[in-house]
């Protein structure tokens, strides 16, 4: 498996058919990172893909059998909606989740895990697709652009609540 090699450097990675592995170094404790993950308050701030979308319904119910909820918007009104359930939480390293773009997309396993050394903390998602079609269909979606996108709003958010802001 790739991983990011430095701060601020997304690696995407596809160790089998049926995954995706994304891997990203931020510069800021787990408990902080953690927190703007899975927070409703901060989500809208950062996990926004490309310039142009606002988020305008976050729900996520942090427990296991919980269920989330994210509806994206642009300004040309098209929208793009994301939910699931939340399978496991254990604070502040590790969620998992299914997801599911509509009816149109097939559902994914969704694993997030956050380590933590010297201050830097690795984001490590593997998003597990039902099949290698699915996953290569999604990967040409423009996933990736988006995903870096909402990374550099992440890392600006973090840098600001670092430092009490």
Not at 22 to 37: F, G, H, K, N
Not at 46 to 63: A, D, K, N, Q, S
Not at 132 to 149: C, I, N, P, V
Request: aromatic share 8%; glycine share 8%; net charge neutral.
């Amino acid at each position: 498996m790739v991983t990011a090699a430095k701060v601020g450097a997304t690696s995407y990675a596809t160790p089998t058919d049926r995954e995706v592995v994304i891997t990203r170094v931020v510069d800021a404790p787990r408990e902080l990172v953690w927190r703007v993950w899975t927070s409703p308050e901060h989500i809208p701030q950062w996990l926004l893909g490309p310039p142009g979308w606002t988020m305008p319904i976050c729900e996520l119910v942090l427990r296991p059998g919980g269920k989330w909820r994210y509806v994206w918007r642009k300004g040309d009104g098209a929208e793009m909606t994301l939910s699931g359930l939340v399978k496991e939480v254990s604070p502040p390293s590790r969620l998992v989740t299914t997801e599911r773009w509509g009816p149109e997309w097939p559902e994914t396993l969704n694993t997030m895990a956050l380590t933590e050394a010297a201050g830097l903390t690795t984001i490590t998602l593997t998003v597990l697709y039902p099949s290698k079609d699915a996953r290569d269909a999604a990967l040409k979606t423009g996933m990736k652009e988006g995903m870096d996108a909402g990374f550099v709003r992440l890392d600006q958010l973090l840098l600001t609540l670092s430092k009490g802001v």
